[in-house]
């Protein structure tokens, strides 16, 4: 297989990452056996670019950064290589959607995301994660010309999908709507989508999309699993995000990105 990938894309949270937000030393030295037999790196995420800034340095990371799903890309210095915004009356629906189900409501633009209630569930972990933390205000419709992501937050899981389900629907073409972990719906523009990101990356280094491999965790993973040449999906996937991958690998908690480069790109 490795004769044949020239670039893993890895997922972060819960894949390239343990759920305590680790980088382990041990998927460090994988991705720098990666790099070693010639075979490149790259990250995407739901979180913002600057939300992976701490995975640069330990991984030497020289690739296009993926972040909002593919929403806004970057380099390392986090200058802005292509950005993709909603469209605004999608975006209104999608707001107005969420809060018919009942959902909290996110909005991100290209350098700041807001809300209405900063004591919700996941607030305080998503402003750890991402670094960055969130302007509170009562009207996230006037932000709308300019988001590049839409986040419902339940607890509710069957809430979560059951709102996936109806915005998809009722969206269409006009967004991704992708869940990037049970109590979180990602919305963004339709190109923004991690099955975007292996296009866009085979483009960027001249390969085909067959040469690139892939591994993550959730649902949102599965868009780029159908288009990459070969996908990986981690133990504790849900059985029909493994069911879309080219193989399994073990959990997140057991070391599972680096056993699966090590099986399948480094032996």
Do not use: C
């Not at 419709?141 to 809430?159: P, Y």
């Not at 339709?190 to 085909?208: M, Q």
């Amino acid at each position: 297989m490795s004769q044949n990938i020239r670039l893993v894309l890895s997922d972060v949270d819960n894949t390239l990452v343990t759920k305590q937000k680790v980088l382990t030393p041990r998927a460090i030295k994988a991705v720098q056996a990666l790099r070693d037999k010639g075979i490149k790196f790259a990250v995407t995420s739901g979180r913002p670019p600057i939300g992976m800034r701490m995975l640069f340095e330990p991984l030497t990371l020289d690739t296009p950064i993926a972040g909002f799903n593919g929403g806004m890309i970057t380099d390392t210095a986090l200058h802005p290589i292509l950005a993709r915004t909603l469209n605004p009356n999608a975006a209104k629906q999608a707001v107005e959607m969420l809060e018919e189900a009942g959902l909290d409501i996110w909005v991100y633009t290209e350098k700041q995301w807001y809300l209405r209630n900063p004591d919700a569930a996941h607030v305080e972990r998503e402003a750890w994660t991402t670094q960055s933390d969130p302007a509170v205000t009562d009207d996230l419709f006037s932000l709308l010309n300019d988001t590049v992501k839409i986040v419902g937050v339940s607890d509710d899981g069957e809430r979560v999908k059951s709102a996936e389900r109806h915005i998809k629907t009722t969206l269409g073409n006009q967004a991704s709507v992708n869940r990037s972990q049970p109590y979180y719906l990602d919305i963004t523009h339709p190109d923004a989508n991690k099955g975007g990101v292996v296009r866009y990356l085979a483009e960027y280094y001249g390969i085909e999309p067959a040469q690139i491999a892939v591994i993550g965790d959730s649902a949102n993973d599965v868009e780029m699993f159908t288009v990459a040449g070969f996908s990986i999906a981690m133990g504790q996937a849900d059985d029909e995000v493994k069911a879309e991958a080219s193989a399994v690998t073990s959990s997140v908690e057991d070391e599972g990105f680096a056993k699966a480069m090590e099986e399948h790109f480094l032996s």
